[in-house]
């Protein structure tokens, strides 16, 4: 990648774009926003590269955008020739990020919130939804701000037919449902979400409908075991992308208030 004598890419030895996939590569630029798009591209490569699904990527690469564009802000107010050190590296199934600047040292606020009629904040909404950790630490010359993104795709689970796709999002695990659900395949569904469940103990269950052309009484006692389940830890599911007939079963089994439903996963993931 080139982005003049500002940019200084580190790969360990691997080039991105061949052979096996680096552990971690080092991004050391300049504070001009110029440079966001060439790391959020190299970043969202490398996350490619470890197998993490395109939602994911899509998520990684706009948290390292509104990462780096805070510290031109805020951190350097405006000032485009101060360094940063950004570096992603992969660890155990996880993506880990790191920020570092040299600029006013300055806590963002626990639990930032966002005015959509007020500018500022959503760039660490995004962040504290989106990410599974993220951590401030203050350095005696500036900040390093620690991020990981948990759960590529074939992390939580090798996929199935019913179930091809399932990630970890901070405290929710997001999964994806295909095809029919009937009295035949939902057993083999109950078994795929509860062993999600089990095994990753989330706050949130959110499942992407947008394949599920059918589904009868056996699939809604599925999800309301499911319910059920994460309700004792004060948790909820939450159903994105609902066709008509699903829509339609959920009102008729009078289920439509006790399920979270949203337009898709990145409501799901912000209520």
Known sequence: MMMQSAYDHQRDGTDLSKGPAADSIRLNVTSDPANLAPVRRAVEDFARLWHFDAAAVAEVGLCINEALANVTRHAYGGATDRPVVVEAKHKAGDLLLSVRDWGTARMPPIAP?????????????????????VVYEPQPDGMLLRMKRSGAMGDLQSGSELVP???????????TIRGEIDLHSSPELRTEILDLLNKHQPKKLVLNLADVR????????????????????????CLTNLQPRV????????????????????????R
């Open 113 to 133: 919130r966002h005015d959509p009629l007020t500018p500022g904040g959503l760039g660490l909404v995004c962040l504290k939804t989106l990410m599974s950790e």
């Open 165 to 175: 796709a399932a990630r970890l999002v901070g405290d929710a695990v997001v999964a």
């Open 214 to 237: 059918y589904m009868d009484s056996s699939a809604i006692a599925v999800l309301v075991e499911a319910l059920q389940k994460l309700r004792k830890v004060g948790g909820k599911v």
């Open 247 to 270: 829509t339609g079963l959920l009102e008729i089994a009078r289920l439509g208030s006790l399920f979270t439903i949203a337009k898709d996963e990145a409501e799901a993931l912000a």
